[in-house]
């Protein structure tokens, strides 16, 4: 079977430099684990995975049918893709490279409150399908391997690795608040590390192949 590991690993790289960004969802796993604990801040990651399946078959399905369809509609889905990961870039630039890290406003919930906290935070935000869809049809690794179970890869994938490293950044809580709080810089730097992957990743988008 034709598999471009490249291809994947770099997938594995990207999501891996994304996940650790500062974004609402990693923020709200670390402020929830500050306040409430590790085990609390676990269960959002859970919810919010949980999400990325939903997410996950929307785009495996509706993706693969357009792609089906014509070389002309899989280059828009690239433009499209590529244009909105640039401006993801250009948004990040303009943005406070401050990370703010205010515990006390964190409610108390149940276990299934926070659970579904995350599941909801996900799965009704259109912008997690939008990267969905701008993200993975650059990364379709294999010529022989039906498209659809390539995206369900490639979404299982993004949702191993954004488990792990959000699972780590609740276990790692107290040590990541007193880091970034004794260490200013680290905002900036992620910051540009967050815009350097958003355009390389639409750069490799727009050299992608069918």
């Known amino acids: 079977m034709d598999i471009q590991v490249d291809i994947l690993l770099g997938f594995a790289i990207s999501v891996f430099a994304l996940a650790i960004s500062p974004g609402p969802d990693n923020i709200f796993v670390l402020l929830q684990s500050i306040a409430h604990g590790v085990k609390s801040g676990l269960l959002v990651v859970l919810g919010l995975m949980t999400g990325c399946l939903v997410h996950t078959t929307l785009v495996a399905f509706g993706v693969s049918a357009l792609i089906k369809e014509s070389d002309l509609i899989f280059l828009v889905i690239k433009i499209f893709g590529a244009s909105y990961l640039f401006f993801l870039a250009f948004r990040v630039f303009k943005s406070d490279a401050t990370i703010h890290l205010n515990s006390s406003t964190v409610p108390v919930k149940s276990?299934?409150?926070?659970?579904?906290?995350?599941?909801?935070?996900?799965?009704?935000?259109?912008?997690?399908?939008?990267?969905?869809?701008?993200?993975?049809?650059?990364?379709?690794?294999?010529?022989?391997?039906?498209?659809?179970?390539?995206?369900?890869?490639?979404?299982?994938?993004?949702?191993?690795?954004?488990?792990?490293?959000?699972?780590?950044?609740?276990?790692?809580?107290?040590?990541?608040?007193?880091?970034?709080?004794?260490?200013?810089?680290?905002?900036?730097?992620?910051?540009?590390?967050?815009?350097?992957?958003?355009?390389?990743?639409?750069?490799?988008?727009?050299?992608?192949?069918?």
């Not at 994938?157 to 107290?174: E, H, N, R, T």
């Open 111 to 210: 276990d299934k409150a926070l659970f579904k906290q995350g599941f909801m935070m996900n799965v009704l935000n259109p912008k997690v399908s939008i990267f969905f869809l701008a993200f993975f049809p650059g990364f379709l690794f294999s010529q022989d391997l039906n498209k659809i179970t390539q995206f369900y890869i490639l979404g299982l994938g993004f949702i191993v690795i954004s488990f792990i490293v959000f699972g780590l950044i609740a276990l790692l809580s107290g040590r990541i608040s007193k880091y970034v709080k004794e260490h200013k810089k680290i905002g900036g730097f992620l910051k540009w590390l967050q815009i350097i992957v958003f355009i390389g990743i639409g750069i490799f988008i727009l050299l992608s192949e069918k």
